[in-house]
């Protein structure tokens, strides 16, 4: 797994890499936290170099998730997803759940 | 016709995971199995795998075994281990169509089992451990074998299923 | 020369390409006026693509870069400059002037 | 020796200069001119044709010459028109260091052309009309003539000069 933030003006940018599977995932939801603690609840995770993902990263995105959203103080969106990270998010009915962006930039220019 | 066999045995941690998922890659291409089955089998394997570790042995590594195999045109995947057994009928499904903050975070693995896959059997025995018997129908039927010989290729379609 | 934009939530990005010279910078002009008439004074111009830039397409982003910044309201950024129309930037004492950014993100998250 | 020398005549408006920077984009290619070079003999002759045609002829189209020789190791550029005189000692420099608010809209190209060339003169008389003569010097030292003769290139440094 790779993983990268940048802290733009209104949102933090999370640029995620390679096989997120569940060795790693925890890995992932501490960076996440790094962010949600750090009082930034607007949050981009760019998948677009994601090879793999299983539930244990959703399981990271979904928790991330509402900790951004609670008290409609930010959300968590996702920017540039590969289609085979697109059929786990349709299998498990996240695709209607998370904000999905085409590009990155659309992404970051929602918020 | 030689049906095909592989196992991996590991005490695994949540470490091993890429080993595991290499270990179904390889062969899956030894079957020469068309992509989408090959992340179907490959993601099954893994949340399999991950619950194992994760809940069966709470997180200490713990004996487990991976079989792969092949029934006619069906990919067979059993999964034993030795840790804690529970009870899957009294695990609700997930409610995919709920909104995502009605929602718990996690229990979405079995589902993933279910949905990639045609069976999923568990079976539990003081004596034999935990089984988790996962099967994919006709996936060979589609499937592409890479080492296949030239009479293979022209004469039976399933010809490299022994390799 | 190419150009499209995108209105997104806190800016309007700008994607420039190819030569843009005097035969079309009263173009780039008019297309960057749609943008302010629309009372959108927040603008991300993304010159990746632009083979060539003159004083002609300098003087439509000041022009810009002027309507923009009247009362505060907004600005006109630069992002992905590359280092010819850096170059000219310079000659003209401008890369001082926009505010530049490395990457179309960037620049977008910095509205 | 040879001088090179390409000259193109034609009426001009603002959607000839694509035009224009081809013409001056192959003489410099025929010339085997470093990329750096080009590129300020492209900006230059842009700017000052992009003035002929927004301020000598006020945007109507008009006759407009552009000659590109080389004399010695320098290129030379000559623009002619019979379009409105100016005196380009009243221009004022523009003042680069000031804060953009505090500019005006353009007054950038004379100070191009004086920045990207090493010579810029003005010449305006009744007879022969407006004569902008712009030379960069010492640029055919370090070009590469790329249609050279194999004798050219290891004989004289300026073999390609003549193409
Ligand atoms: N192999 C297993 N051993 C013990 N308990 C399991 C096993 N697999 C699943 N479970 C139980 O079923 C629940 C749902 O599992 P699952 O759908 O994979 O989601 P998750 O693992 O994210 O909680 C788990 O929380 C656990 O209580
Ligand atoms: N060829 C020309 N003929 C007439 N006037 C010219 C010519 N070139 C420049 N000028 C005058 O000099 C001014 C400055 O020119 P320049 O620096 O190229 O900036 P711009 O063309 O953007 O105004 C012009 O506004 C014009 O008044």
Known sequence: MELSTVDLKRCSLVRLGGRVDGSVAPELGSNLRAVTDSGRYKIVVNMADVTYTSSACLRELISAWKVCRRWNRGDLRLAEVPPEIAKVLTLTGLDNQFAIYNSEVEAVGSF | ?163
Chains 1, 3 share one sequence.
């Open chain 2, 1 to 163: 016709m030689n049906p095909f066999q592989r196992q991996l045995s590991l005490v695994g941690t949540l470490a091993d995971l890429p080993r595991i998922a290499n270990f179904i890659a390889e062969a899956c291409a030894a079957l020469g199995l068309a992509p989408a089955a090959r992340f179907d089998l490959q993601l099954a394997v893994e949340e399999a795998c991950c619950n194992v570790i994760e809940h069966a042995y709470e997180g200490a590594g713990g004996a487990l075994k991976v079989r792969i195999e092949t029934c006619d045109e069906d990919v067979v995947i059993t999964i034993q281990d030795r840790g804690k057994p529970f009870d899957p009928t009294a695990i609700p499904e997930p409610d995919i169509d709920a909104p995502l903050d009605e929602r718990p975070i996690g229990g979405l693995g079995l589902y993933l089992m279910q949905r990639l896959m045609d069976e999923v059997a568990f079976t539990f025995s003081p004596e034999g451990g935990n089984t988790l018997v996962m099967t994919k129908h006709e996936v060979l039927a589609s499937a592409d074998p890479p080492q296949a010989t030239e009479e293979g290729r022209d004469g039976s379609p399933a010809a490299g299923n022994d390799l």
